[in-house]
């Protein structure tokens, strides 16, 4: 019989690739953006370092008196607010129609729906803009068909939002259906077995079979759309460029402005924090809610 003996010294060195790469791309960069933010980081402080003073809070201070910072937020929690429902429901609709047994094509289908989400996103958007085009959109032409006369989508303040919205839950509809196709094939059979043979009908056994037994991954896909919502920046930035008259102003996209338009470097570290402070926030309440479900 082999014992194995247990080496920590050869655990670390299979590790230290790992850690030493995080290290410098994570925790390195964590590190400087946070003092970054605690000084007036400039591009006069980009030739010399030495420019750079340390200012303490005050550009959190001044985040918070930002009318525009306030809007970009707003901007991005209507963003999440209204595009994470549609999100989810949307993945989990197509994807009971991807695993009824009537559907044949479900290979197909699968492929079909998934290759927006491997595909870049700036292209999409470029696509999209073409698409939503108040003059030769072929939305606008759809539209005209039912005599309905389309908005002008990119250019109008109320409809700027829905529009990137419309692209963004569209973009990651195949991705987040074949999440839920996975969890749905999880779900053994027999227990729908016994729920017919207790009287239970469709409706029945989707409200108290598939979504209690699909419930984690359910949270898995919402949680993963808040976190990437939040971050909200490639669509706006190709479509709109946050117009018209900022309506569609993102925290990221603010923050990209200053740190590389304005070069207000220790402003935007400080709008990174408060991003990432929002989506700690915001994560840490779901995972909360999930726990309390669970337990109840």
Do not use: C
């Amino acid at each position: 019989m082999i014992v194995m003996q247990h080496n920590p010294k050869v655990a670390y060195m299979f590790l230290a690739p790992a850690l030493i790469l995080m290290a410098i791309f994570i925790v390195i960069p964590v590190v400087a953006s946070f003092v970054i933010s605690l000084t007036d980081f400039d591009i006069f402080a980009l030739a010399d370092w030495s420019n750079a003073e340390f200012i303490g809070f005050e550009n959190f201070v001044r985040l918070f008196q930002d009318e525009l910072f306030w809007k970009a937020l707003k901007n991005t929690l209507y963003f999440v607010a209204v595009g994470m429902p549609l999100a989810v429901i949307l993945a989990l609709t197509l994807a009971l129609l991807l695993n009824s047994p009537l559907n044949r094509a479900k290979s197909l289908f699968r492929v079909g729906y998934y290759l927006p989400s491997i595909t870049e996103t700036v292209a999409i958007a470029v696509v999209w803009r073409w698409v939503l085009n108040s003059r030769y959109g072929i939305l606008k032409h759809a539209l005209e068909i039912f005599g309905i006369q389309a908005p002008n989508w990119l250019g109008d303040p109320k409809w700027a939002m829905p529009a990137i919205i419309m692209m963004a839950v569209w973009k990651g509809l195949g991705h987040n259906a074949l999440i839920f196709l996975a969890g749905l094939q999880s779900i053994p059979s027999t227990v729908y077995e016994a729920a017919r043979i207790d009287g239970a009908n469709g409706w029945t056994q989707f409200r108290y079979v598939t979504l209690p037994l699909l419930a984690p991954t359910t949270f898995f896909v919402g949680i993963m759309t808040l976190i990437g919502y939040l971050q909200l920046f490639a669509e706006p930035y190709t479509m709109t460029d946050g117009g018209p008259l900022d309506a569609t102003l993102s925290i990221v996209l603010y923050m990209y402005r200053h740190g590389f338009k304005f070069f207000n470097l220790g402003y935007a570290s400080a709008m990174a924090y408060v991003l990432f402070a929002l989506i700690f926030i915001a994560t840490l309440l779901a995972m909360k809610s999930r726990s309390e479900e669970v337990s109840y």
